[in-house]
C-alpha cells in the first residue's frame, strides 16, 4: 500500500470535449490514477454500464444520499442530478492513489472550497465549432439537447480561469502529455504541500530550541 496520501484532481470541461478519450488510456492498476465514478439520475446511453461509467441511481436515492451527508458535491444539469459519492474518494486518497473527478463546473466550485489542496484542470475544444462538430459526430442528444450542452458549454468554459490548468483538446497526444504533465505538477502546489511544510518548520523550531 502506498504510504502518501493521495491528491484531487478536478477534472472539467464541456460535453462533448473528450474528456474520456484524453483520460481513458492514462488510468490503470499501476498508473496510480483512479477514476471516481459519479452518480447520476440520468438514464444510462447505450453501452454505458452501471458502476463503471456512472452510478445510475433514483432521483429519491440521490435525495436521499444528499440528506445523509454522503455527497461531496452535487449539482443538477440538464434536469438530472449528478455527484460524487464521498466514501470512495477518501479510501483512495487514503491508500496513497490520485483521485480524478471528472465532474461539471458548479461541482468543481462545490469541492474545491471544500477540499482546498485539490487541483484543478480543465479541458478546452480548440474552437467552439469544433466543440459543436465533435457533439454532432457523437449522435447521442436530440438538437434540443445539443443546444442545451452548447449554451452549458459557454458559461463553462467562462469559468476556465479559476483552475490551475487549461488544456486545449486540439492533437490527442499532445494534450494528453500535457493532462499527465499536470497532474505531475499538482503534487509540488504549496496547498498540497502544506502539510510538509508545517512539518518542516515544526521540525526547524524544534531544532532551535
Not at 440521490?62 to 458535491?73: K, R, S, V
Not at 449554451?151 to 468554459?157: K, L, P, S
Not at 476556465?160 to 486545449?168: G, L, S
Not at 511544510?197 to 532551535?208: P, R, Y
Amino acid at each position: 500500500m502506498m504510504s502518501k496520501r493521495g491528491q484531487l484532481v478536478i477534472y472539467s470541461g464541456p460535453s462533448g470535449v473528450g474528456k474520456g478519450t484524453l483520460l481513458a488510456p492514462l488510468l490503470g492498476p499501476d498508473s496510480g490514477l483512479v477514476l471516481s465514478v459519479s452518480a447520476t439520475t440520468r438514464s444510462p446511453r447505450e453501452g454505458e454500464i452501471d458502476g463503471v461509467h456512472y452510478h445510475f441511481i433514483s432521483r429519491e436515492s440521490f435525495e436521499q444520499m444528499i440528506a445523509d451527508g454522503e455527497m461531496l458535491e452535487y449539482t443538477q444539469y440538464n434536469g438530472n442530478y449528478y455527484g460524487t459519492p464521498k466514501r470512495f474518494v477518501e479510501q483512495q486518497r487514503d491508500a496513497g492513489f490520485d483521485v480524478i473527478l471528472e465532474i461539471e463546473v458548479d461541482g468543481a466550485m462545490q469541492v474545491s472550497k471544500l477540499c482546498p489542496d485539490a487541483l484543478m484542470i480543465f479541458i478546452m475544444p480548440p474552437s467552439f465549432g469544433e466543440l459543436r462538430r465533435r457533439l454532432v459526430d457523437r449522435g447521442t442528444e436530440t438538437p434540443a439537447q445539443r443546444e442545451g450542452r452548447l449554451t452549458a458549454a459557454v458559461r463553462e468554459i467562462a469559468c476556465a480561469p479559476r483552475y490551475d490548468f487549461v488544456i486545449v483538446n486540439d492533437e490527442l497526444s499532445t494534450a494528453r502529455q500535457q493532462l499527465l504533465s499536470a497532474i505531475s505538477a499538482g503534487r509540488t502546489l504549496p496547498r498540497f504541500q502544506q502539510n510538509k511544510i508545517e512539518e518542516v518548520l515544526k521540525d526547524a523550531q524544534t531544532s532551535h530550541d
